[in-house]
């Protein structure tokens, strides 16, 4: 993977997400895709521990998580108050875009969608929770530079931190990079058995998902150095994927503690 520093200044002074200060361990935030797995007894949760209990343990062990349920519907108010009451001020809240924007809009007329979608987050950002919306494209969507020039300059007005997760190679390249650099809009850092995204920095926060099923430890030895780096600079966000087993949950527990011991 190459690592190519953002050099255009906006990405620098998007409003409300600085440079990292401070001890760079308190940017690392590391989960899963999702929590409420019952099928995580007894490698991650407690035998005993009932399933509305799950999150809130779980922000014990991780200080963060990537909400895939938003993918499908929005979350309710209520919803998000009880969320944010179980986890402590630490821990941040990411989420999938609709999949109205992503798949059947296809970033086309979008504006009032993304609107919504803000609104319903709005009591993550005014607990200062939040981490980041991900919008992931299909496998299909090709790259179109003027499509997602035009959608980021509507919905970058929302004040949502952004990261693209493209799963087609064409989106590989320096036109949209300059345009994700132009919004504040981080390339997510997305590998699978299928593609591997290049660790292009395009925000000054990072995003990545490890959706690979087993990891080696001297893979996650690599991952951990990429966290390093990414959280000396910014926020970095990163979430390993979910399966019926809590393997993935491990990793990110290893990684995590890992990170907090250097």
Known sequence: MSHERASDPKTSGVPGHPEATGDWRDHAFIGTSGWAY???KPGFYPRALPQK???EYYATQLNSVEVNYTFRQLPTERMLTGWLAVSDTGFRFSFKAPQ???HILRLRDCSDTVAVLSRALAPVVAAGRMGVVLFQLP???KADVSRINSFLA???TCGLRMAFEFRH???FCDEVYAVLRHHGVALCVAESEELDTPDVVTAPFK???FRKSRYSQAQLDAIENSLCRGSGAGDVFAYFKHEEDPT???YAVQTLRRLRNQ
Do not use: E, H, M, Q
Request: glycine share 4%; net charge positive; with cysteine.
């Open 207 to 209: 995003c990545y998902r």
């Open 248 to 250: 993935g949950a491990v």
């Open 38 to 40: 019952s099928s995580w």
């Open 53 to 55: 209990k799950f999150l």
């Open 139 to 141: 496998p299909n969507f």
């Open 154 to 156: 509507d919905a970058s």
């Open 100 to 102: 109205r924007i992503t």
């Open 169 to 171: 190679s064409t989106w």
